[in-house]
């Protein structure tokens, strides 16, 4: 009985805490002073009117110039990347802030933290933050978990997690009010694709290539052949001869090969490798590096294991990064057999 | 025919099949790689890519297989030997648990990722959390095996517990132990067997020299005392070496359950209850079954593997019911 009622007022105290930061944050939306103070400017004026956006979780009325955005899961830096300046972000991965620019790096640690990088977002804290729009993209069980809350305190947009990276790009820069930058970043995109085309296109018309990796989640004695991410621009948009699963099958990727599987790359004529910006080998691929069995490929011998530099492939900014390592390591065939 | 060549014989053949198993494992992998490949691999090496995969991976996994698994068959003989109970492997005293939580306090607190370097974690956290049990297992009138097993099987809920509480609130770490927690002897490289070997050669002499006190010791407390025993002194031996042995194998494979609990089980059949001859048998019977276990493993998902632990637990559940059905489990 004595629990129950302490249960009862203990749900009453969270239900009056919570509706009173709700009302605080619908009374601060639009003021002024120190909140203003703080507002980042995310490139455009002073929200005139709203307007319509097309989401996972419908069409959303936000702001036409948002001014107080938050990002969660993965539209963090891909916001950032296009000149955003959330003032609430959620974490990202130490090895994804290490390859951050500077000022990129700059903006997410100027922001207020919410949360992890799932559904366990803070939300009293990101209510906190008077936002006027939140952009989020995570798994769908996540939004089930907080989708609700989240629309509750702003205006909220929603990728799904299968949402293809320009497209995402896009939305997000439309959404954020941040398309300057993304035109400028599409243009340089196109650019270094078509310079790549052309000035390798007799190799890559005539090599076959696989993209091995290993993460640090990967099982000992395990690597994978990459077939999304940045391999997944290097065969679309490049043209590069990379495998890649059958129609309505899991990506390659998602199947953990044993070391022992390392000699069944020597069918191919080029392998590419995960490096970081330093050109080492990443730390997880490390393992694979070690081995003897790599060590005596024909392919690695011959200096046709190429080790590539992939910050992410969620938005133009690590993209074009890794279009340059790309356009580096093929410069290396030029000559080889 | 009489027992005692029985019991010869039926080592002889225990050891003939347990090399032809060696040799099926070294041959067949997730790869396809010809007989003659591997023979080149072995006794005429080149710099082939091939025989590199056989000499790198296959062997070492093959060798690995082969301790880890008369370990955990001695290990499990000792503790059903210890506590008198058909149905005991060396997860009853909280061996795993120990482990686990050590390891999942190495990757998730401390940041450690490579096997070699969490192993150390599992062998400590075993050797302390049976240290404990042994503890708590204490009794005014000695060391009770009823009380010992409760003792442990609370430490290990507790450590459980602890351990979950660890993983839900960092799933990195979660997901560098999800290999390791299955059990499994891919990706050892041989460097991790050497370190803890003297350790398993000092616990295996250890267990065979009480396997004489643990016979009598199966006529319960009074009868091994009236013929001589040091009951306390057998046991803090027996659980010494159980600690060794099951905390040595969980360092290096993981928690693989079932084969403890099944082998002696075969061994009590053929050999009959002499302890000696239970531990022979379980030397060589325990590795067979997680070599075969291993080598399905392999083959069953091509060109993914399934992790042994996994697979002994397939093989083991059914074993098991028909182990908790039997009117007199093999009847210590």
Redesign the interface.
């Known amino acids: 009985m004595s629990s129950t009622l302490t249960t009862k007022r203990g749900l009453a105290v969270a239900a009056a805490l919570m509706s009173a930061s709700l009302l605080l944050t619908a009374c601060g939306g639009d003021g002024d002073g120190a909140a203003d103070t703080a507002a980042a400017d995310t490139g455009g004026e002073k929200s005139a009117g709203t307007r319509s956006v097309k989401a996972a979780n419908g069409t959303v009325e936000i702001p036409a110039a948002p001014r107080r955005i938050v990002t969660i899961g993965n539209t963090g830096l891909p916001f950032i990347d296009l000149g955003g300046k959330p003032v609430g972000v959620t974490e990202v991965s130490d090895s994804d802030l290490a390859v951050l620019p500077k000022e990129q790096k700059a903006a997410y640690e100027a922001a207020e933290v919410v949360g992890g990088s799932g559904g366990d977002v803070d939300l009293e804290k990101l209510a906190a933050l008077e936002p006027d729009l939140i952009l989020v993209q995570f798994h769908s069980n996540d939004w089930d978990k907080v989708g609700k809350r989240l629309e509750s305190i702003a205006p909220t947009v929603l990728w799904g997690l299968d949402t293809e990276w320009k497209a995402f790009a896009g939305e997000i820069a439309t959404a954020g009010n941040v398309t300057d930058e993304l035109g400028r970043q599409k243009a340089e995109f196109e650019k270094k694709v078509a310079a790549i085309k052309e000035t390798y296109g007799k190799t890559i018309g005539d090599t076959t290539f696989v993209d091995v990796s290993r993460g ?2 990967s ?4 690597f994978y052949i990459a077939d999304i991410g940045c391999s997944e621009i290097a065969r679309d948009d490049i043209g590069l001869d990379l495998p890649e699963a059958a129609e309505g099958k899991d990506p390659l990727a998602y ?10 790359l ?1 069918k191919y004529d080029v392998i590419t490798y995960p490096v970081d910006a330093e050109g080492r080998p990443t730390e997880p691929f490390v ?1 694979v590096t070690e ?3 790599w060590k ?3 392919t690695v011998t011959s200096g046709r294991a190429l080790g590539v530099f992939c910050p992410g492939n969620n938005s133009y900014g690590p993209v074009l990064q890794y279009l340059d390592s790309l356009d580096g390591a093929l410069a290396t065939l030029a000559g080889k057999p | 025919m009489p027992r005692p060549r029985r019991r010869v014989l039926g080592l002889v053949l225990a050891l003939v099949v347990l090399t032809a198993l060696l040799t099926l494992s070294v041959m067949i992998g997730s790869t396809a790689i010809a007989p003659s490949v591997v023979w080149h691999a072995l006794f005429d090496p080149s710099a082939h890519p091939d025989q590199f995969a056989i000499r790198d991976f296959r062997l070492p996994r093959t060798i690995v297989g082969l301790v880890v698994g008369a370990v955990l068959g001695l290990s499990g003989a000792l503790i059903q030997a210890l506590v008198r109970n058909p149905l005991a492997d060396p997860g009853v005293l909280g061996v795993h648990a120990g482990s686990s939580f050590a390891v999942t306090v190495a990757v998730g607190v401390l940041g450690v990722r490579e096997a070699r370097g969490y192993m150390w974690f599992a062998f400590a956290g075993a050797l302390v959390v049976t240290l404990l049990v042994l503890a708590l297992g204490s009794t005014r009138k000695g060391s009770s095996p009823v009380v010992m097993v409760l003792a442990g099987v609370c430490v290990g809920a507790v450590l459980g517990g602890a351990r979950e509480a660890i993983q839900l609130t960092d799933p990195d770490a979660f997901d560098a132990m999800r290999y390791w927690n299955a059990g499994s002897i891919t990706g050892r490289p041989l460097d991790v067997l050497w370190p803890v070997l003297p350790f398993f050669a000092v616990a295996a002499v250890l267990a065979f020299a009480v396997s004489g006190p643990l016979n009598a010791l199966a006529l319960g407390d009074e009868l091994a005392r009236a013929q001589g025993v040091r009951l306390a002194r057998t046991r803090v031996i027996a659980v010494l070496a159980l600690t060794l042995l099951a905390g040595g194998a969980t360092a290096i494979a993981g928690p693989v359950g079932f084969i403890g609990l099944m082998v002696p089980h075969v061994a009590r059949w053929i050999a009959g209850p002499d302890q000696r001859w239970i531990f022979a048998y379980s030397v060589l019977l325990a590795p067979s079954l997680l070599l075969v276990s291993d080598i399905l493993g392999r083959v069953v998902m091509r060109p993914g593997e399934i992790p042994v632990g996994i697979v002994t637990a397939f093989v083991g559940a059914p074993v098991l019911v028909v182990l908790v059905r039997r009117r007199k489990a093999s009847g210590l």
């Open positions: 640090d989640w099982d000992p004695g395990t199947e953990s090969l044993p070391f022992e599987r390392i000699t069944g020597s393992p081995t003897s069995t005596a490929l024909p």
